[in-house]
């Protein structure tokens, strides 16, 4: 998949088949356009491109980042997760335009003028059934559709009984993640909801009761960590290597008082040292809450309860 992140440089194509959005999960719901993309473009003859935004639109054109609703904005994907989740589903070629306060100004007409046709070379365009675009939102699959003979564009709208069939939206795997419902999120996903970050050190309190942990420092400061308990995760290292595990979200209230929370996994049957390499955890299922234990001799027992628990969930024992 060819990733262009500035329109200047996007290599105008003659016959593309062109689907719009923020996509922000690549949810089985976004996945019904991507697929339906693809055969469009395979009918063509011509590559499957995708038109995507960064930063979020609502970063822009929201209220100041101090608001409470901006401070409650989390994203599902960072930008590489969502570049990834798109090469998977079979896009030939990604354009991310930076969105700017300029760039939403742009008209309906401008928009398609200038990104789908002088830019894109769009000829066949597929869109979601509740797709808008241009200033204020003006425009979207009437306008298109009115219009699609003088741009030279064929239009194909998803149908709301297709994408609602799902039941799914970005919105719906949000609350579901800040509720811990790890297991729902997937269903809705159709994958483990992913979590990378670097490995830090910590206190080290895990390695003296026998079971080190990797402390991960998540770069991306939008990105959505699920509610804070225990939960069964795969983790996947740097080297590329696979490993069940089982990773804590909280504040530690056994370790000491006004701790900030931290994200920490502790890989079964894995070696090794860790520290400043990049550790991706993908969530499997929830555990239990966060607890205080009497002492940490209470944790220790309680943690080969969790280890066991989680083997169960992922390699059945």
């Known amino acids: 998949m060819q990733v262009v992140r500035d329109p200047a440089h996007f290599p105008a194509l003659t016959n ?19 697929h339906r993309l693809r055969e469009v473009a395979q009918q063509s003859g011509g590559p499957a ?21 901006m401070l409650a904005l989390r994203l599902l994907n960072t930008l590489d997760e969502r570049i990834e989740k798109l090469r998977e589903f079979g896009v030939d070629d990604l354009l991310i335009v930076p969105f700017t306060r300029e760039f939403a100004t742009l008209t309906s007409e401008e928009y398609i003028q200038q990104i789908l046709l002088d830019t894109v070379g769009t000829r066949q365009l597929v869109i979601g059934y509740d797709h808008r675009f241009g200033k204020n939102r003006e425009g979207g699959f009437d306008y298109l559709s009115q219009h699609a003979g003088r741009y030279g564009l064929s239009v194909e709208e998803i149908p709301r009984e297709d994408v609602d069939a799902v039941g799914v939206s ?23 909801y992913p979590l990378t970050g670097l490995v830090v050190r910590g206190q080290q309190l895990g390695r003296t009761i026998g079971y080190p942990t990797a402390n991960i420092q998540c770069q991306e400061p939008l990105k959505l960590i699920p509610a804070r308990g225990v939960y069964a995760a795969l983790a996947t290292t740097a080297a ?33 040292d860790l520290y400043d390499q990049p550790l991706t955890v993908q969530f499997v299922a929830r555990l239990r809450d966060e607890q205080k234990f009497n002492g940490l001799e ?13 083997r169960q969930h992922l390699v059945g024992g």
């Open 49 to 69: 491109v995708v038109i995507t935004y960064w930063p979020h639109p609502r970063l822009v054109l929201g209220p100041p980042l101090t608001h409470p609703e």
């Open 298 to 310: 209470a944790l220790k027992a309680q943690l080969a309860l969790d280890a066991q628990a989680a």
């Open 240 to 272: 590329g290597t696979h490993h069940p595990a089982m990773l804590n979200i909280g504040v530690r209230p056994t370790v000491g008082g006004d701790l900030a929370q931290t994200v920490e996994a502790h890989l079964l049957d894995f070696e090794g």
């Open 16 to 34: 593309a088949t062109v689907t719009t959005g923020t996509f922000d999960g690549v949810h089985v719901g976004h996945q019904k356009i991507l």
């Open 170 to 192: 970005s919105t719906r795997i949000r609350r579901a993640l800040e509720a811990g419902d790890v297991q729902t999120a997937s269903r809705h996903l159709g994958y483990h």
